[in-house]
C-alpha cells in the first residue's frame, strides 16, 4: 500500500531551482528558487532529474502559436519531458499503480478529465479540459513538481533516465503518428525534418521498428544522423531545385505511400499532399509558428481524384507512451542527444531558434 506522507529519511527541501520564462515573447530564461509544492489529493510529488527540451517549448515562450487561446505568463515554468522519482504521496493515492520512490515521466498533458469525447475514446493527448505542462501548468524545467498519480509514465528499469525524457513527448508524438499513417512494411514513408529532435526518433521507428522505405527531408547539414537513423534516401532541401521531382524519381514515379510533417516550416506543408501516390496520407505532426499559412497543395480535385487523406496526430495515448518506452527498453530506437545544465536552457533554445540544434537536448536538474 503506497504512503500518505513522504518517509522521513528523505529530508526533502523547503526551496528548489526552476528555470523560468522571464519574458514570454523573447528568448529569455531564469533560474529562481521556488516554494515546494504539496502533493493534493490525488497526486504525487516528483522530485525530477532530467528534462528534454522541445521545440513546442520554444513556441510557447515566444508565445508564436496562434493558436493558443491565451499569452504565456511571466513566471511560467516550462517543459513537458520530465522523469524522476516519486518523493511524496498525496492523500487518496494509496491504491495508485505507482508508489513512493518509482521512477516515472512527465508527458506534454499533465493531467486529463478523463470524461470528455477524446479522452473516453483513449485519445488522451486530445483531451478537452486537459492542462498542458508548461502553459499555464507548472511544467518541467524545475527540480520539483506535482502531478496525477493516474497520468504519470513509469519508467522501464532499463532505461537510463536522460535518454527516457525525450520519448514522453518526441518519441511518443512520432510513434503515434506512425501508427496512424497506415503505411505497412515495404512502403514508401516521406519523414520531413528527419534530422531533427521529432524527425530522427520518427525515422528509426518508421524503419526499424515499422520496416518502411524511408525517404528524410531536411537541412544538409542533418544528412547524417537521418542516414544514420536509418533512411534509405536523403533529399536535402537546400540545393534540391524541385522536392517532389525528387520524390517521385526515387519512387517509380508513383509517390510515397504516406507523408509525416515533424517540421514546423510551412513550406513542408505546403508540398506534402504532392509527394503522395494514389490513397497516401498526410499526417500533420508539427506546428507552424507565426501566421497561420493553408496548405496549398491540399486541392479539392487532386484530393478526392487521388483519394488522399489528410490527418492530424497529436502527441499520443499514455498507453502509447508505455509502448514507446518499451521500443527504447529493446533497443529499436535510441535518442540522439546531449545533456546541459539547466542554467544553459537560453543558450539551447537560440540554438534551436537559429535551426542549428541536431537531435535532442536534455537538461541534468540535478546539476543546477
Not at 108 to 133: Q, R
Not at 260 to 289: D, M
Request: aromatic share 6%.
Amino acid at each position: 500500500m503506497a504512503s500518505s506522507s513522504p518517509t522521513p529519511e528523505l529530508q526533502l527541501p523547503k526551496k528548489y531551482k526552476a528555470a523560468i520564462y522571464d519574458k514570454p515573447g523573447s528568448i529569455s530564461t531564469k533560474i529562481e528558487e521556488l516554494d515546494l509544492p504539496k502533493p493534493a489529493a490525488g497526486e504525487v510529488l516528483i522530485n525530477l532529474t532530467h528534462s528534454g527540451v522541445c521545440h513546442s517549448d520554444l513556441g510557447v515562450m515566444m508565445n508564436s502559436w496562434t493558436t493558443l487561446p491565451f499569452p504565456t505568463q511571466a513566471g511560467q515554468v516550462g517543459g513537458h519531458e520530465g522523469v524522476g522519482k516519486i518523493v511524496a504521496m498525496g492523500p487518496g493515492t494509496e491504491n495508485a499503480t505507482v508508489k513512493l520512490g518509482d521512477r516515472v515521466g512527465i508527458k506534454w498533458m499533465a493531467g486529463i478529465c478523463e470524461t470528455c469525447e477524446a479522452c473516453l475514446v483513449g485519445a488522451d493527448a486530445n483531451c478537452f479540459n486537459g492542462k498542458i505542462s508548461g502553459y499555464y501548468s507548472p511544467g518541467t524545467f524545475q527540480q520539483y513538481v506535482v502531478s496525477p498519480a493516474n497520468y504519470v509514465t513509469p519508467i522501464p528499469d532499463g532505461l537510463d533516465s536522460a535518454a527516457a525524457a525525450p520519448l514522453l513527448c518526441a518519441g511518443l508524438t512520432v510513434y503515434s503518428a506512425l501508427r496512424k499513417t497506415n503505411a505497412e512494411s515495404g512502403n514508401w514513408v516521406v519523414i520531413s525534418g528527419a534530422g531533427g529532435g521529432l524527425g530522427h526518433l520518427a525515422v528509426q521507428f518508421s524503419a526499424r521498428g515499422i520496416g518502411h522505405r524511408v525517404i528524410g527531408i531536411d537541412h544538409s547539414s542533418k544528412k547524417d544522423i537521418a542516414m544514420e537513423s536509418g533512411a534509405e534516401h536523403f533529399i536535402p532541401v537546400d540545393g534540391t531545385e524541385n522536392i517532389v521531382d525528387a520524390v517521385m524519381q526515387l519512387t517509380n514515379g508513383l509517390g510515397a505511400h504516406a507523408v509525416v510533417v515533424c517540421t514546423a516550416n510551412n513550406a513542408a506543408y505546403a508540398e506534402s499532399v504532392n509527394l503522395l501516390r494514389f490513397g497516401g496520407r498526410v499526417v500533420c505532426v508539427g506546428i507552424p509558428e507565426g501566421e497561420v499559412v493553408p496548405m496549398k497543395s491540399a486541392i479539392p480535385g487532386v484530393i478526392t481524384g487521388k483519394a488522399l487523406q489528410i490527418v492530424g496526430s497529436a502527441v499520443g495515448s499514455r498507453k502509447e507512451a508505455i509502448e514507446t518506452l518499451d521500443f527504447a527498453t529493446r533497443g529499436v530506437i535510441k535518442t540522439h542527444f546531449r545533456v546541459e545544465k539547466m542554467d544553459k536552457l537560453t543558450d539551447v533554445f537560440k540554438e534551436m531558434y537559429e535551426g542549428k540544434l541536431q537531435g535532442r537536448v536534455v537538461l541534468d536538474l540535478s546539476a543546477a
